[in-house]
């Protein structure tokens, strides 16, 4: 079944301190993936998304992932992380043809100690 | 200006009882969605509708069915509700489908006692 994967519940780190929140995927073919974060009581909003081109993808709020596509990976990385930055990450994936469908992972909280 | 909204945000309600949710989208997106986000904040889709048309039914108890009356509004109706349907519901648009990002509302919290 086609699938993405964020290993870690939860993800601490030191404010100022880089940050990593790992996802990897299982699907045929190229996918259109995404990373979203979710604050309290509140709904998802975009970070940033791979359809093609520069393995490198840069996002909202200092957020970049890399698309990794022998490791099948699409970890979203941050240089610095800012006490803010604490909330719940979604990794997910959109099927390229069909009916575009969304499967989200299974989140990953991550918490910025000051 | 909101760009998803949803209404109610918080719903409870005793079991059996039959509830809405309404959602309406000011992006001028043509495809809407339902998730519903468990206790364990899995998120899962349950419906999806591109320009007022059906596209995406899980496999979601019918009692509940949506409605699009419009290519900006998608509703939630819930028949008989059980104590499994307590969750957060989440609409969500976008512009087309696969590649572009999806807008999601703030969410309806439905308590079923």
């Known amino acids: 079944a086609q699938s993405v994967a964020q290993p870690e519940d939860q993800v601490n780190v030191a404010e100022g301190n880089p940050l990593t929140v790992k996802c990897t995927y299982s699907v045929s073919g190229n996918p259109y993936l995404f990373w979203y974060v979710q604050y309290p009581n509140r709904g998802l909003q975009f970070l940033l998304k791979y359809i093609t081109g520069d393995n490198l993808v840069k996002g909202s709020y200092g957020f970049e992932a890399e698309f990794n596509k022998s490791q099948t990976s699409f970890h979203l990385k941050k240089p610095s992380a800012l006490v803010s930055d604490s909330a719940l990450y979604f990794c997910?994936?959109?099927?390229?043809?069909?009916?575009?469908?969304?499967?989200f992972g299974t989140g990953t909280r991550l918490k910025v100690l000051a | 200006d909101t760009a998803v909204s949803q209404t109610p945000k918080y719903l409870v309600t005793q079991m059996g009882n039959d509830k809405s949710i309404k959602c309406e989208q000011n992006?001028?997106?043509?495809?809407m969605y339902w998730y519903k986000q468990d206790s364990k904040k899995f998120l899962k889709i349950m419906f999806s509708y591109n320009n007022k048309e059906l596209i995406i039914n899980e496999t979601v108890p019918n009692r509940f069915s949506p409605k699009s009356p419009d290519k900006a509004h998608l509703n939630l109706h819930i028949n008989s509700l059980e104590l499994g349907d307590s969750a957060v519901y989440f609409c969500a648009s976008s512009q087309k489908r696969g590649y572009n990002e999806q807008f999601f509302g703030p969410g309806t919290r439905l308590t079923v006692l």
């Open positions: 997910a994936f959109s099927f390229t043809s069909g009916t575009y469908k969304y499967i």
């Open positions: 992006l001028g997106h043509d495809t």
